[in-house]
């Protein structure tokens, strides 16, 4: 019986066989050329190229870093032409009086093109036991810290206001006109005891504040090839003023053509310059401001009196009556 069970079940599972066959097998040959697939993680970006800006590309400073010295140069020339004083040049190179140069001579021009102003930071106190040390910390032109500490006995302590104090009294007429007297009379103090503004205005450097240096006719216009500036005509001694306020850079007679002369820096923009004169009244490195005598009118190194005046932007020579005030 166990025998006959044993045949029937194996006849059932191959005809179970039978009608279901197995999955044809597929030989597949390797495929080349295909993309790696992603990788998991970040995906990363394509590099771009920033562009240049072009504001900085054209933001430079019109004065060279250098030059050289060619025939005929004079330390006070050259200083004229590219707006320095003189004696920033020299001293920059290394350059004594009588500030002579050779035809040749590399003068560099790079420190004065990056010099800064000192700048200053506040104060740092420290307490030290029983004295307090108090550091002012500045920066030099170069960026460094410089310092020098002032020494104060005793300890920092925070001041306790105690006075004054306030009295409470019954109201009357008479007190109230009191007080009001006292308010008046504080404030009237206070109000003569205030210190004067200051002028902090500074002169911008594309459009200074022009005025006539003297009066008289204009004997001669400007004009580039001849004629740098303007000649005005008048009589010896008269007054010669600052066309605007800045600082005198150079007196004296060693630029051949304009006689006695003054020439004055109003910023990193501008010069102003004026030959001929009798007599130089201003110093060099002097401040002045617009309308103050700096000279007197003559005729040195020409063949009238008069005076020729020049104003120089960057450097270059530009027609006075186009800044001057209409007459």
Sequence with gaps: ?????????????????????????????PQTGRPAPPAVGKPTAT????????????????QPDSYIVKKGDTLFGIGLEFGYDYKEIAAANNIAPPYSINIGQKLSFTSLNSKTAPTEAQPVATDNGDSVIVTPITTDSAGAPTSAEVKTTGSIVTPVLNEPRAIREPYSLEALNRKTTEVKTAAADTKTNEPKPVDTK???????????????????????????????????????????????????????????????????????????????????????????????????????IKLHFEIRRQGKSVDPAKYLPQN
């Design 1 to 29: 019986m166990k025998h006959f069970v044993t045949i029937a079940l194996l006849a059932l599972f191959l005809a179970a066989c039978e009608s279901n066959p197995p999955a044809p097998v597929i030989e597949r040959a």
């Design 47 to 62: 590099p771009t190229t920033k562009p240049a800006d072009s504001s900085t590309a054209t933001n430079k400073v019109w």
């Design 202 to 304: 500074l002169i911008d450097d594309e459009n200074p504040s022009w005025t006539w240096p003297t009066q008289g006719k204009i004997t001669a216009n400007f004009n580039e090839a001849s004629n740098k500036g303007i000649d005005i005509a008048g009589s010896a001694g008269q007054s010669i003023n600052a066309a605007s306020s800045g600082k005198v850079i150079y007196t004296g007679s060693d630029l051949r053509g304009y006689g006695k002369l003054v020439i004055i820096k109003h910023n990193k923009t501008f010069l102003s310059v004026y030959a001929h004169n009798s007599k130089i009244i201003a110093k060099e490195g002097q401040t002045v401001t617009a309308g103050q005598k700096i000279a007197e009118m003559g005729n040195t190194d020409t063949n009238a």
